[in-house]
C-alpha cells in the first residue's frame, strides 16, 4: 500500500459544484500539505498543516479550504469549483530534519 | 521569500548522452535543495536532497547533483542517459533556518530521450 494515499484518482465535475479530495497518510508524519500542478507552473502551494490544530495558507489559497480531520488525514475543498481550477492536485506529507516531501499520486480533476 | 529558476522547459538528449538540467535558487541563507521526476501519470519521487557537508550528492538512478554556493544553482547531472529517464525533473528549496517553511519548487524541465 502507498504511503501517501488520494482519492479521488480522477474526477470530472461541472462549474458551481462542491468537490472534497482526501488524503490519508501512514507514514506518521505531523506535516501535511496540498499543491496544485499545472503545466508550466511546477507546483504551487494551496495549504499546509504542521499539526492537527495548525493550517496554513499557501501562495494560492483562494477558492480553496481544508479540513485536517486527523493526524493521518488531510482534506482540500473547492466550495464551488470553476474551470481554472482543473488541475492536477497533490497531496503530500514530510517530516524531519529536512522536510523532504513525500507525495501521493494525485487527483486530476475536471471542472467543466 | 525563496524561489526556484529552472531556466530549460524542455530538453532532449540521446540514449547514453550526458545530462545536466539547470536550477538556480534565491535564499538569503543556506537552503535545503532537492531535485524530483514525475514519470508520466505518476506522482513525484525524490531523487537526491543537499543540506549539509559535501557539496556533491548523489542520489537514486545514477543521478547526481552539485550546490555551487557562489552561482546559487544546484544542477542535476547524469553521466549516461538512458531512455527510462524521460520524465520532468523539478527543482525544490526549502529555507534552513524557517522550519514552518514549505518547499517552493521550479516551473520543471521536461526531458525527452531520442533513441
Known amino acids: 500500500d502507498a504511503d501517501v494515499t488520494q482519492t479521488p484518482r480522477n474526477r470530472i465535475t461541472k462549474t458551481g459544484k462542491r468537490i472534497m479530495l482526501e488524503c490519508s497518510q501512514t507514514k506518521g508524519h505531523d506535516r501535511m500539505y496540498w499543491y496544485r500542478q499545472d503545466p508550466g507552473l511546477g507546483l504551487q502551494l494551496i495549504y499546509y498543516?504542521?499539526?492537527?490544530?495548525?493550517?496554513n495558507k499557501g501562495e494560492i489559497s483562494d477558492g480553496y479550504s481544508v479540513s485536517r480531520q486527523a493526524q493521518a488525514k488531510f482534506s482540500l475543498s473547492l466550495e464551488s469549483a470553476i474551470p481554472n481550477q482543473t488541475a492536477l492536485y497533490f497531496c503530500?506529507?514530510?517530516?524531519?530534519?529536512?522536510?523532504?516531501?513525500?507525495f501521493g499520486e494525485g487527483s486530476r480533476l475536471t471542472v467543466l | 521569500a525563496q524561489s526556484v529558476t529552472q531556466p530549460d522547459i524542455h530538453i532532449t538528449v540521446s540514449e547514453g548522452a550526458s545530462l545536466e538540467l539547470r536550477c538556480n535558487y534565491s535564499y538569503g541563507a543556506t537552503p535545503y535543495l532537492f531535485w524530483y521526476v514525475q514519470s508520466p501519470g505518476q506522482g513525484l519521487q525524490l531523487l537526491l536532497k543537499y543540506f549539509s557537508g559535501d557539496t556533491l550528492v548523489q542520489g537514486i538512478k545514477g543521478f547526481e547533483a552539485e550546490f555551487k554556493r557562489s552561482q546559487s544553482s544546484f544542477n542535476l547531472r547524469k553521466p549516461s542517459v538512458h531512455w527510462s529517464d524521460a520524465a520532468e525533473y523539478f527543482c525544490a528549496v526549502r529555507g534552513m533556518d524557517t522550519g514552518r517553511r514549505a518547499l517552493t519548487f521550479g516551473s520543471g524541465t521536461i526531458l525527452q530521450v531520442q533513441p
Open positions: 503530500a506529507t514530510s517530516g524531519p530534519p529536512t522536510g523532504e516531501l513525500f
Open positions: 498543516s504542521f499539526d492537527v490544530k495548525d493550517i
